[in-house]
DNA sequence: GCTGACATATTGTCGGACAATATGTCAATT
DNA sequence: AATTGACATATTGTCCGACAATATGTCAGC
């Protein structure tokens, strides 16, 4: 039964992903570190042998995820995705799964007790210089609940940078951007300026005295809140986050 | 002291990143739901008022996200970004930040205990029945090298798809492919197969007594042998992940 | 119903073009 | 010496038109 031999689908890769791909593994292998400049287009065509056309396309892939950026508004430059490409990819993607507050929840109640721990083995003075001054604003704004949205959410970004762990940082920057609406929500909905203040001023002092559990602790107390403020307010914790 | 007003400098955003984000709102407003197909290039050029190279270069910003893709090899069609895409660039950025086996490590102890006690409140017979499987499989293959690899990974995406928590299933997707090759190292270096089985085993009956607590702690064990099998094995616990 | 032939639509790639804007140089001015 | 202006140059953003390769659709013929 000569069923004849099977071949594999042969892949043709468009040249404007093989060129993209080709640039991007000499990024990420430390070919052309971060701040390097890249050749222009037309250099970047010759060498590669494609139009131009091609060369912007391939670009225009790695743009995207950060990978490369302009600076000024010239000259291409290698650049470290920040956490803003990071968070941005990955929460236009839990948007489209139509992610729930309640999944969200969950995930943050994994990683932001974490980072108060961390943070304990790790803050430097200055970054709980900086904490303190976020609690002291804090306590001024408490009534404006614009003001106060802000530095609760960068109250969260402090203690985890505070842990030097750029992996926690990727890791977590889509909440950033999907929980300031639900947070916004109850902040105007709850006036919680009282309970928030108090939890981060617990979790401060934990820091400062390198108490990781209670650190843990009191920020899974904080997310708690967060959740029962949802559910207080009937802002649906089982709806698909809003963008 | 008239130093002269100051302006803003005007933000002269380029055509084709004004395409990108008109075509990805329509996207994640719902108004063009996944699975439907975009209009042809030439179409859209003519819709938005430029050229078709300037619709292709906003399509290839959005196509690496993971938000567009093609069917077959033609039609341009409003794509899920499924947990390759996401795993893929966060994974990317993480190896340029160059996280250390370490950091990845504390993200992990983060989330994998909290999928296993998640996947005791949702986990389907179906899925029980396909870690049941799984773990057949690795009694079997406990000795290949590459084939517990396999398995060993796929146990805990079974684990961490029980949960039903896509937020979840995208936050740890870059740890898949960056412990992959420190999985592989550990396997060869250490042989630790009976050790894997034992604590899979464990957490699988967890998860089918819906013992959260249990399953939690059985998964942070595994974890614990991880870093353990990084540090015998001299893998360099404080290096950078390798891509 | 399957096959093949043919027209059509769509993408991938090319080449060339031009305006707007940065960058670099150098002389003139203060 | 530092600033300004004039000017050439380089680079990007955008446009146009073109063509080959490949899917898709249609229709006759067996």
Redesign the pocket.
């Known amino acids: 039964m000569p069923t004849s031999v099977s071949f594999d689908r042969l892949a ?1 890769q ?3 992903k093989v060129v993209s791909e080709k640039i991007r593994n000499a990024i990420v292998s430390g070919e052309i570190a971060a701040g390097d400049l890249l050749p ?3 250099d970047l065509a010759e060498q590669f ?6 060369v ?1 396309e391939a670009i225009r892939l790695l743009e995207h995820g950060g990978i490369l950026g ?1 600076a ?5 430059v290698v650049t470290l995705p920040g956490m803003e490409a990071v968070g941005r990819s990955v929460s236009s993607a839990m948007l489209m799964h139509q992610v729930t507050y309640e999944e969200l929840w969950q995930v943050a109640m994994g990683l932001e007790p974490l980072a108060g721990k961390l943070a304990c083995l790790s803050a430097t003075d200055e970054e709980k210089q900086l904490l303190a001054d976020n609690l002291a604003l804090t306590e001024q704004v408490m009534d404006n609940h614009d003001a106060l949205l802000k530095v609760e959410i960068e109250f969260h970004n402090l203690v985890a940078e505070a842990t030097h762990n750029n992996a926690l940082l990727l890791a977590r920057a889509p909440l950033n951007e999907l929980f300031y609406p639900a947070w916004g929500a109850i902040i105007r909905a709850l006036s919680p300026g009282e309970r928030i203040l108090v939890a981060h001023q617990h979790v401060y002092d934990a820091i400062c005295a390198g108490d990781q559990d209670k650190a843990e602790e009191w920020m899974e107390k904080h997310m708690r809140d967060f959740r029962r403020g949802i559910e207080m307010g009937n802002l649906g914790f089982d709806q698909p986050v809003q963008g």
């Open positions: 043709h468009p040249a404007y222009t287009e037309t042998g494609v139009t131009r056309s091609t912007r302009r000024g508004r010239k000259r291409l």
